[in-house]
């Protein structure tokens, strides 16, 4: 489960990542950069050093710093998840309203 604590990027956010070396990707990197090479491995395929990382990056994060603009530099992970919006908002009384039928 996302946490609470969690900030979604936006296409402008510059992320740097402090290991050594990566192989996904360079160090430094826009997030709309980001998006269009998640696309491009999609369909070329992954490596084995790419695979173990990616998955790394939808589990735990990846520790980085995002830039974003008006800001100073914070410290953090970065991690992919996948958003479901509902087309009709659930209520908590929906289950009681459906007992009292």
Do not use: H
Not at 43 to 55: D, L, P, Q
Not at 73 to 100: H, M, T, Y
């Amino acid at each position: 489960m996302i946490s609470d604590f969690t900030n979604q990027l936006s296409q402008d956010d510059i992320v740097f990542f402090e290991k050594k070396e990566t192989y996904l990707f360079t160090k430094t990197f826009k997030v709309s950069d980001f998006i269009i090479w998640i696309f491009e491995k999609l369909i070329r395929g992954m490596n084995v050093r790419e695979e173990e990382e990616a998955s790394e990056l939808t589990t735990e994060g990846l520790s980085c710093y995002v830039l974003q603009p008006g800001q100073q530099w914070k410290k953090g992970k970065i991690r992919i998840a996948i958003e479901f919006i509902p087309d009709e908002v659930e209520s908590p009384l929906d289950d009681v309203r459906q007992g009292s039928n």
